[in-house]
């Protein structure tokens, strides 16, 4: 048997979130300008029946709705590139012998009070959670990981003497 599982970062998934979010954001753009157009055909096509009031409401009505879904894919962009930024270099994660390796940080197998993976709020995707006896959580988002859950169960009951595994309960929550 291997002395340990070595899982690496992977950035391209995070990368592929960036693109995607980018193009959406230039597809929004590019929806809004139309709306302007369009608003301004109608405003120097109906300029003489229509009221102050009825100008306001043809730009809120006609923009508001583009911008609104701009805004949302800009800070679906802006979170897509934190997430990019924040993916490390070299080795994400260890299970080996003596236990656990997370976030700079070895955890022993004795210290170890339960192995989970929860949806996160501000994570894309769901985040692998190491609790320790002491009541500390130490995660990492499986976006930055190169393994699939299966694999990182299988290391635990393996390296942990089939005393750990990795609880997938959560992950519906």
Known sequence: MPQQLLVGYVSMPAAE???????LVRSRLIWLGVGVIICLLIL??????????????????????????LVI??????????H???????????VGQRGVWINQKT???????AISIRRARAAAGPVLVVATTA??????????LDVVPA???????????????????????
């Open 135 to 144: 009541g500390e959580k130490e995660s990492m988002p499986f976006l930055y």
């Open 17 to 23: 979130r960036v693109a995607y979010y980018s193009g």
């Open 107 to 113: 955890i022993p197998w004795d210290e170890i009070a």
């Open 151 to 173: 694999t990182i169960d299988s290391a635990i009951r393996a390296y942990s003497h089939n005393t750990r595994s990795l609880d997938l309960s959560k992950i519906g929550n």
């Open 44 to 69: 120097v096509w109906q300029w003489s029946s229509m009221t102050t009031g009825y100008r306001i409401a043809l730009f809120i009505a006609g923009l508001g709705y583009s911008l609104i879904w």
């Open 84 to 94: 990019l930024r924040n993916i490390g270099q070299g080795i994400a994660l260890t």
């Open 73 to 82: 894919a800009l800070v679906g962009w802006s979170s897509a590139k934190a």
